[in-house]
């Protein structure tokens, strides 16, 4: 059965200390990963597509990285305005889409 | 502005009355899919379209109907709503092609009693 699990549930930082959330997935013939950012009351906002393992792709204080089994999100140096629920995503056949239940990431000053 | 727009925003309903939510996107997008989000079970996929008159089931399909006639929208029709369809619904919309990820609308809250 295809599954995503995310963890740790909830995450506190102190702004500037660094730390990854993990996502850990089982799909058949998996055709992309994906990191979604959640504010609340929002839908989510795309972040990154991963494909193959070794893949990394950066954007400001965010790195996802991928491998067979698992992919995390690195937040270095983080700020109170990334405080947020994220959440990932696999594509598996079609456009079936399976998300994590996410982490809730809270920065504090 | 390039967007996916659901309307309404808000909506409580009885039990039994047919209901549709609209989704409508202005970005040309071939793939539209609708979600629904509930605490503890994360976002589930119920529907998806990848083309006009292609749809197919998500995880949760269950009391749900969608059709595609035009690919701009992808209305959400519940014929018979229950209470446990009380939920927070979401459309997205994106480009073909694994490298793209869904561009979402801000949600219609449903409460059925």
């Known amino acids: 059965e295809d599954q995503v699990t995310q963890s740790p549930e909830a995450l506190r930082l102190q702004e500037g200390e660094s730390s990854s959330l993990n996502c850990s997935y089982t799909?058949?013939?998996?055709?992309?990963l994906f990191w979604y950012r959640q504010d609340p009351g929002k839908g989510p906002e795309f972040l990154f597509t991963?494909?193959?393992a070794g893949e990394e792709k950066e954007k400001e204080r965010l790195k996802a990285t991928l491998t067979k089994k698992e992919s995390f999100l690195h937040i270095t140096a983080p700020k109170p305005e990334d405080s947020a629920t994220y959440l990932c995503?696999?594509?598996?056949?079609?456009?079936?889409?399976?998300f994590g239940t996410g982490t809730r990431l809270q920065v504090f000053p | 502005e390039a967007q996916v727009t659901q309307n309404p925003r808000y909506l409580i309903t009885v039990t039994g009355k047919k209901l549709t939510v609209t989704c409508s996107q202005n970005?040309?997008?071939?793939?539209m899919s609708w979600y629904r989000q509930d605490p503890g079970l994360g976002l589930r996929q119920i529907y998806y379209?990848?083309?006009?008159?292609?749809?197919d089931k998500g995880d949760v399909p269950e009391g749900y109907k969608v059709s595609r006639k035009e690919k701009r929208n992808f209305p959400l029709i519940l014929e018979s709503p229950s209470p446990n369809q009380t939920s927070l619904y979401f459309c997205?919309?994106?480009?073909?092609?694994?490298?793209?990820?869904?561009?979402f609308g801000s949600g219609t809250r449903l409460t059925v009693v």
């Open positions: 997205a919309s994106r480009l073909q092609g694994a490298i793209y990820g869904y561009t």
């Open positions: 799909v058949s013939g998996l055709r992309g």
């Open positions: 991963l494909y193959s």
């Open positions: 995503a696999v594509q598996a056949v079609g456009d079936k889409l399976i």
């Open positions: 970005m040309n997008h071939e793939y």
């Open positions: 379209s990848m083309n006009v008159e292609v749809t």
